[in-house]
């Protein structure tokens, strides 16, 4: 039997490139949403995949909603390894100018939607599989206008040293991100996420703004090594040594 890769937000972005990933790799795939339409077309990309063992399948899950939730890990039964890629409400801009209402979404689309599916796949997640939460570099980068951003990113990586011990033998770690070229940016006007990305890749030793496929690679190695628990893997292209981190 395959073994089974859960990811919450994956008809998209890293999500959908991690399921491209884990397909590859002989695992067994079930990706979830929030709108039938990505749903569709995700499954569709997958199952047009060559040369892949595993099977994909899909369900529109709201990972806010914490009945829906519930239910959706109840009906799988069985997972082997979660991935946690959902995400919200940005909460960017200029500290004095970012809403308390904008935070509470922020902090509902990350760390609640985070929390809510982490404690619902425990009761399907086998003793040896793992959790994998996505958060983002912005959680200790200190740049202007993130600070809702880092806010929200920085409580979900908090969590995971915390969970890889008490939660074990189940394996519990992030991949914390620099700035990837997924939708995720489409908030911003196309000059404005131009001009981010150019100066991004400009400040990097990598060179260049990070791709989904970037991600999938960190996601799947923390997937297969057994003894790598409690950690948050930063794939940001260099940045945060540019930044003098």
Same mark, same amino acid.
């Given at each position: 039997?395959?073994?089974?890769?859960?990811?919450?937000?994956?008809?998209?972005?890293?999500?959908?490139?991690?399921?491209?990933?884990?397909?590859?790799?002989?695992?067994?795939?079930?990706?979830?949403?929030?709108?039938?339409?990505?749903?569709?077309?995700? /499954?569709?990309?997958?199952? @047009?995949?060559?040369?892949?063992? %595993? !099977? *994909?399948?899909? $369900?529109? +899950?709201? &990972?806010?909603?914490?009945?829906?939730?519930?239910?959706?890990?109840?009906?799988?039964?069985?997972?082997?390894?979660?991935?946690?890629?959902?995400?919200?409400?940005?909460?960017?801009?200029?500290?004095?100018?970012?809403?308390?209402?904008?935070?509470?979404?922020?902090?509902?689309?990350?760390?609640?939607?985070?929390?809510?599916?982490?404690?619902?796949?425990?009761?399907?997640?086998?003793?040896?599989?793992?959790?994998?939460? /996505?958060?983002?570099?912005? @959680?200790?980068?200190?740049?202007? %206008? !993130? *600070?809702?951003? $880092?806010? +929200?990113? &920085?409580?979900?990586?908090?969590?995971?040293?915390?969970?890889?011990?008490?939660?074990?033998?189940?394996?519990?770690?992030?991949?914390?991100?620099?700035?990837?070229?997924?939708?995720?940016?489409?908030?911003?006007?196309?000059?404005?996420?131009?001009?981010?990305?150019?100066?991004?890749?400009?400040?990097?030793?990598?060179?260049?703004?990070?791709?989904?496929?970037?991600?999938?690679?960190?996601?799947?190695?923390?997937?297969?090594?057994?003894?790598?628990?409690?950690?948050?893997?930063?794939?940001?292209?260099?940045?945060?040594?540019?930044?003098? &981190?």
């Amino acid at each position: 039997m395959n073994e089974r890769v859960v990811i919450i937000g994956g008809t998209s972005g890293i999500g959908l490139a991690a399921a491209r990933r884990q397909l590859t790799e002989g695992r067994d795939v079930v990706v979830t949403g929030r709108t039938p339409e990505r749903l569709r077309a995700a /499954l569709a990309e997958l199952d @047009a995949l060559e040369g892949v063992v %595993g !099977t *994909a399948t899909g $369900a529109i +899950v709201d &990972a806010r909603d914490e009945t829906a939730t519930v239910e959706f890990f109840a009906g799988l039964q069985r997972a082997d390894h979660v991935v946690i890629a959902a995400t919200g409400a940005t909460a960017a801009g200029p500290f004095r100018s970012v809403t308390t209402e904008a935070l509470r979404e922020a902090a509902e689309g990350k760390l609640i939607a985070h929390s809510v599916t982490a404690r619902a796949a425990l009761e399907v997640l086998s003793p040896g599989g793992s959790l994998t939460f /996505l958060t983002a570099a912005s @959680a200790g980068a200190a740049m202007p %206008g !993130t *600070a809702g951003l $880092a806010a +929200v990113n &920085a409580s979900v990586a908090a969590m995971v040293p915390v969970l890889a011990v008490e939660l074990g033998p189940i394996r519990v770690n992030a991949v914390s991100p620099g700035v990837v070229d997924t939708p995720w940016w489409d908030w911003m006007d196309a000059d404005a996420k131009a001009q981010t990305f150019a100066s991004y890749a400009k400040s990097t030793p990598a060179g260049r703004c990070g791709a989904p496929e970037d991600i999938a690679d960190a996601i799947a190695f923390l997937i297969g090594n057994s003894f790598t628990t409690g950690v948050v893997l930063t794939v940001d292209g260099g940045a945060r040594l540019s930044a003098g &981190a």
